[in-house]
């Protein structure tokens, strides 16, 4: 087809090829949800995106597992001690009394 077409032509096509690519690109790109994640220092942002890329993408290699690994075992120890000092504050007893002394460490 392109073979008979005179120079008018062709720029016509290639002019339609170009809003056709445009139209597309728009549309995908109004397809896209972008979030604005403002909060304090520390405050769960990043684990936010974290999470929401293990639901919706296709999960973290291997590597960037092991990267998170001591990210998660501190964060995991930080809570729990944050816990134990609240129920000491809230004056919250453990129901068995080895856990009083494993708190204590």
Partial sequence: MHC???AKDKVVAQHF??????WKD???VAQEVKLLCL???ESGKSTIVKQ??????DSYLEEECWQYHAVLYNNTIQSIMAIVKAMS????NFSNLFC?????G
Avoid: D, P, W, Y
Avoid at 17 to 22: A, Q
């Fill in 89 to 92: 504050n809230l004056r919250i």
């Fill in 100 to 104: 009083i002394n494993e708190a204590r």
């Fill in 52 to 57: 929401m890329k293990i639901i919706h993408e």
């Fill in 17 to 22: 090829k170009m809003i056709n690519k445009n």
């Fill in 39 to 41: 909060g304090a220092k």
């Fill in 26 to 28: 728009s549309k995908n």
């Fill in 4 to 6: 008979t077409m005179g």
